[in-house]
């Protein structure tokens, strides 16, 4: 059971690691038709996120920086909470008002590598990773609750600080009465 249970972690670890760290690189480098960082840093700022290049940074941390360490089950509580922050935030800024379904852009696929992510955070790596490799002892569960929660309260000031402004109503003045003439008939 436990060679198939690290054989199952490496399979997911690498599925799901590879998927979004490509999409980390889509947003870094521009790779396989994404933004790059320009345009990216400009929909940030689009979206009212300030200072946009932090956003866009924890952005790319978050999928390629927790992607690779997901793949190579390296550091795998960080990149764990990596993903989980950017999915989280990428649900509630871009995918919610869509509904569930990924054909319409919903937060299905999203919401899939969030869960897979939970799930490689709480459990850890496997035997087949660097971690198991180098003999790092990390304190898992824990430590990727913590940082979850952690990303989690990052999420929600990139939320509030995100949101459009309200838009103050403006004062309607009543139309002045004009006066009117009185004519008087004098006879």
């Known amino acids: 059971m436990a060679i198939s249970l690290s054989l199952g972690l490496l399979i997911l670890r690498l599925g799901v690691g590879l998927t979004i760290a490509a999409h980390g690189a889509q947003k870094l480098f521009g790779w396989f038709e994404g933004s790059g960082l320009t345009k990216l840093t400009q929909g940030f700022e689009k979206q009212g996120f300030k200072p946009a290049w932090l956003w866009v940074w924890l952005v790319v941390l978050g999928e390629f920086g927790g992607g690779i360490s997901l793949a190579l089950g390296f550091l795998t509580p960080l990149g764990a909470a990596g993903v989980f922050g950017a999915m989280l935030m990428a649900i ?19 919401l899939a590598l969030l869960t897979m992510a939970v799930g490689i955070g709480v459990i850890g790596p496997g ?14 569960t824990l430590l990727f609750l913590v940082l979850a929660v952690a990303a989690a309260l990052v999420d929600i000031v990139g939320l509030i600080i995100s949101r459009p402004a309200a838009v103050a109503p403006t004062e309607v003045k009543p139309t002045e009465a004009r006066p009117t003439e009185v004519k008087s008939s004098a006879s």
């Open 127 to 140: 035997s087949y990773s660097l971690d198991a490799l180098f003999g790092l002892a990390l304190p898992g």
């Open 92 to 110: 509630f800024k871009s995918h919610w008002k869509n509904g569930f379904w990924n054909s319409k852009r919903g937060l299905e696929f999203p």
